[in-house]
């Protein structure tokens, strides 16, 4: 065994001992063997690496990251290179405060990070001259494609949708993929006609080509548009828009983009946050997450999601987009840079970009290189006839790279690292393309009329900050408002919130990782390719399915990844009308919202009395579908954190019908080295990295949502535009060409370190012993609750998989107290409550990970026995039903030391419920209690109030008075 799978594993020895004998098993083989149905267990690590000890992973990647080659990349195209200040990159990306957070479904344990996407928000917002933003999109293609969905669902009846041949060629080609999925027609167009089928036109600013039109022009485009009905998608540069007109002021209806250059490293690709900003008349549409200011019981201002009930949770096929995670941690650190810099640092920035670029067109002009672009903000094409690739080795031999748009134009983008030095040198290498005479003195810059003058981040916390020592506190009291892993465990159910040990994490703020162009040359992305061939390997041999992409950058994108290459083989066997999707009542709100995406149409299959798929109704489901069935997506385990026996016969029923099964394999921590959902039954799944594979939440993405699939779908994989002729890549990436779903071609490939460090530092046995332990701690805490909370659901042997549901409907009945109060007052106990209500109504699904250790355990079952007891005193008449710590939960510091207590209960009730009356007379011994306390910033929220007063943007410092 190597030093690491003791440090990753929490349970061992005595304490692992003490749980098999709680659970009535005597070894983790003998637990996995009776929790699996017959036939579906497998031993197999063959495939997957030997575990290596901590320095030889370190010594691997570093191997790794040495082999791609860091230059100034002038290559722009949607990423540029960006200084990610010191005191953010250590404060936030490289702080478990932050990255080990998850989503803020729970408002009052995630006040500072909702606080720092409030203020993504209203950068964004004020930026694009928008109403309303939201807390971050996954990239800026599928941003813009989310804005072509929303367009199209807004003006109803069209099904046209114009975009300008000056996009991004990436954005293009992700906005195409959706667009053929849901029937959408999208023409290439210069609008000089906008008819009354079109639903929407797509124009980036400034254009790909680095092009800025006069003011009046877009202001006469978008008002023909809006005189034929249309709406006006932007998508925008953020950096741009802090000296130029917002698009919101010449009237754009929706803008999209990314925030990538606000100090989030290029990453080969990513993880970073896009974003998606509207008028308010659409602000119910908006897809993904929404930040809201609403109150707290005492009246404070306390920040939550807002509009949930447009989620993919609640509206599943009816939602608003399939995104659930996003990119969080990327949104909080853009928002940070811009905190730091304040309005008028980012104008510096955007000004310096913009002198330097028209220094290069001039001087670039003056020996004779003809420069395409005159008006732009940081972006020129050059004509050298025939002379693209000759120009591209000169700058590569400077070592700078370019972008090649066809054999006689190439693009240099400018950015905030680019210097005086670094022109004269792009100058000096292209010296002998020029063609013309000396045409020193060509009038180079944007148009006076698109000149920003409008203020922006007005508000206070964008001018307080401009130290670093009030940075670093600032960001400090934000975390500390927030319950991370860094705290104690976070016990969510389909989460998997497991250790992301620091080593993993190192790597990927290496330059020779986050300095990476993802359209780079290949020959400088060796070390990349490398990893993601292992990589993609590794997941194979885990999930035994033939191959895998990683191109999806959460779970939603791999499975509408997934589905579309299942429609697409349909098509190519001549059966397009195979497009009904079956989905288990229970299942995730993603599957739904993923199926519709993708085309299909959706089937919901009833859950038998035991929580497995209810046979009588799949036959039922398959004789009515006939033969348009296209697909079933099950989840497995079962949403219900089972191993459902009956899963060959449910994989059979519908392969019999000619439908092609989908298994959704977020849940995999419960199978890794026990089953494989390519041998049991799958044709294609998704898997989370971020969850089982060690990637951080990071208070809500980013994500890896790799797709795997057996041999006759991986034809129909993702692939890329770059990835055939411009920038080759992996074996992966090298399929015919069936639509690419992220704007890299690799995703978030910045992350993939990762995993790769988790498996190789896990090996095969590693992940097995993984896996059997999660499931032993999560039947360790359903033998330990039952009595008391019963565990709704349960599979061979009477075991559960990695996580199980406790049903607190009893409970209800019994004393009134609510899940939601159980929730809340979980926190008074110093816990993160367990997923709520998913995916049933009145429960808590608890996941305990491999990664927590006998005492965290104990203690989570311990105070939820607490709890429990308090439920009791309150049916027994103790405290009164409107009065008690559990419908008061949770207490704030304020709400125990303000005023008169006047309560049933004693304030030490309140506010130490775990600590005994022995400790609680004893200062000595409060002492520990007190240091380890963790204080809840605000009371419960009130998310209704917030709802009907919506407000998404940085609130008025009087509202904290
Ligand atoms: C987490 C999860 C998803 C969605 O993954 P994201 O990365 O959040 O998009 C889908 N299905 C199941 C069962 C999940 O647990």
Not at 182 to 196: C, R
Not at 714 to 735: D, M, Q, Y
């Amino acid at each position: 065994m190597t030093e690491f799978l003791p440090r990753h594993i929490g349970t061992w020895g005595s304490d692992r001992q003490a749980m098999l004998a709680k659970v009535g098993v005597a070894s983790l083989d003998e637990l996995t063997d009776i929790a699996l149905p017959h036939g579906l267990t497998r031993s197999a690590t063959e495939g997957l690496p030997e575990a290596a000890s901590e320095q030889q992973v370190l010594a691997r990647l570093t191997e790794l990251s040495e082999k791609n080659t860091v230059r100034t990349s002038m290559i722009g195209q949607g990423y540029y290179d960006t200084v990610t200040p010191a005191a953010i990159r250590r404060n936030i990306l490289e702080n478990p405060s932050w990255y080990t957070a998850y989503t803020p479904y729970q408002p009052e344990i995630s006040q500072g990070r909702l606080e720092m996407l409030v203020n993504f928000q209203t950068v964004v917002s004020e930026l694009t001259g928008m109403d309303i933003a939201g807390s971050s999109m996954l990239d800026e293609a599928t941003a813009v494609a989310e804005a072509m969905l929303l367009a199209n669902r807004v003006v109803k009846k069209r099904s046209t949708v114009l975009i300008s041949p000056d996009v991004f060629d990436a954005t293009r080609a992700v906005v195409q993929t959706r667009a053929r999925a849901v029937d959408i027609n999208l023409v290439e167009s210069d609008f000089s006609e906008i008819d009354d089928t079109v639903a929407a036109i797509i124009i980036q600013y400034p254009g790909a080509s680095g092009h800025l039109p006069e003011l009046a022009e877009l202001e006469e485009v978008t008002a023909r548009a809006h005189e034929a009905g249309a709406l006006v998608i932007v998508a925008a540069d953020l950096l741009a828009l802090t000296i130029l007109a917002s698009p919101g002021s010449w009237g754009a209806d929706i803008v999209a983009g990314n925030s990538q250059r606000f100090g989030v490293p290029m990453a080969g690709g990513g993880p970073h946050a896009g974003f998606l900003a509207v008028k308010d008349a659409h602000k119910r549409q908006l897809p993904g997450r929404l930040v809201g200011v609403s109150k707290d019981a005492d009246g404070s201002v306390a920040y939550r999601l807002a509009l949930q009930t447009r989620e993919q949770h609640i509206r599943r096929e009816k939602a608003t987009s399939n995104i659930c995670t996003a990119q969080v941690l990327l949104a909080v650190t853009a928002a940070a840079y811009a905190v730091y810099h304040g309005p008028d640092g980012l104008k510096r920035i955007a000004e310096t970009v913009h002198e330097h670029t028209v220094d290069l067109a001039k001087k670039l002009g003056s020996v004779g290189v003809p420069v395409n672009t005159t008006s732009f903000f940081d972006t020129i094409e050059l004509e050298i006839p025939g002379g693209a690739d000759r120009a591209r080795r000169n700058l590569l031999a400077a070592n700078i790279t370019a972008w090649k748009v066809d054999e006689s134009t190439i693009r240099l983008s400018c950015d905030e690292t680019t210097t005086s030095d670094v022109i004269d040198e792009v100058v000096a290498a292209l010296e002998d393309c020029g063609t013309q005479a000396d045409m020193t003195g060509i009038d180079a810059g944007y148009p006076v009329s698109l000149t920003r003058d409008d203020d922006y981040l007005t508000h206070p916390t964008f001018h307080r900050y401009r130290t670093e020592t009030l940075l670093m506190r600032y960001l400090k009291t934000l975390a500390d408002k927030d319950y991370a892993l860094d705290r104690g465990m976070i016990p969510l159910g389909s989460c998997t919130m497991k250790l992301n040990s620091a080593i993993e994490m190192s790597p990927i703020t290496w330059p020779g990782f986050a300095k990476i162009h993802p359209f780079a040359p290949e020959a400088d992305r060796v070390g990349y390719l490398e990893l993601i061939d292992e990589l993609e390997s590794w997941l194979a041999s885990a999930t035994g399915y033939d191959a895998v992409s990683l191109q999806p950058n959460a779970g939603s994108q791999g499975e509408l990844a997934g589905l579309l290459a299942i429609r697409k083989y349909h098509i190519a066997r001549g059966e397009e009308d195979r497009r009904i999707c079956l989905i288990p009542a229970s299942a995730h709100g993603t599957n739904a919202a993923s199926a519709v995406l993708a085309g299909f149409s959706v089937a919901v299959v009833a859950t038998a009395p035991d929580g497995s798929v209810d046979l009588n109704d799949l036959d039922k489901k398959i004789e009515e579908a006939g033969d348009r069935i296209g697909a079933i997506m099950i989840t497995y385990p079962s949403t219900h954190g089972i191993y459902e026996d009956s899963v060959g016969k449910v994989c059979a029923k519908v392969r019999d019908a000619g439908g092609q099964v989908y298994i959704d394999g977020a849940n995999l921590n419960a199978l890794v080295g026990v089953a494989a959902p390519g041998e049991f039954g799958g044709d294609v799944s998704h898997l989370n990295l971020h969850k089982t594979f060690a990637i951080p939440h990071g208070g809500g993405g980013p994500g890896v949502g790799p797709v795997a699939a057996r041999s006759h779908l991986v034809p129909f994989l993702p692939s890329h535009p770059f990835t055939e002729n411009k920038v080759t890549g992996s074996e992966s990436a090298k399929r015919p060409g069936h639509g690419a779903v992220s704007q890299a071609p690799y995703g978030s490939a910045g992350i993939l370190p990762i995993s790769y460090a988790y498996i190789l530092l896990m090996g095969g046995e590693g992940l097995r012993m993984a896996t059997q332990s999660a499931v032993l701690a999560a039947n360790y805490v359903a033998a330990r609750l039952d009595k008391i909370l019963p565990v709704l659901y349960r599979g061979p042997g009477g075991l559960v998989g990695h996580e199980c549901i406790i049903d607190l409907r009893p409970l209800r009945e019994e004393t009134g107290i609510t899940v939601d109060d159980v929730a809340k007052r979980l926190v008074d106990y110093g816990f993160h409550a367990p997923t709520m209500s998913f995916p049933v109504p009145g429960t808590l699904m608890i996941e305990p990970t491999e990664s927590e250790d006998l005492g965290e355990i104990d203690r989570l079952c311990s105070a939820l026995e607490k709890i429990h007891d308090e439920a009791r005193s309150v049916s027994e008449g103790r405290w009164p039903a409107d009065d008690n710590p559990l419908v008061n939960a949770p207490h704030t510091a304020a709400s125990a030391l303000v005023g008169e207590w006047n309560h049933s209960y004693s304030r030490e009730e309140a506010v130490y419920p775990g600590v005994s009356d022995d400790a609680l007379s004893d200062p000595a011994k409060l002492g520990t209690a007190v240091a380890s306390k963790y204080w809840p910033p605000v009371r419960r929220v009130d998310g209704p109030y917030g709802d009907r007063n919506l407000a998404c943007s940085c609130p008025p410092i009087d509202a904290y008075v």
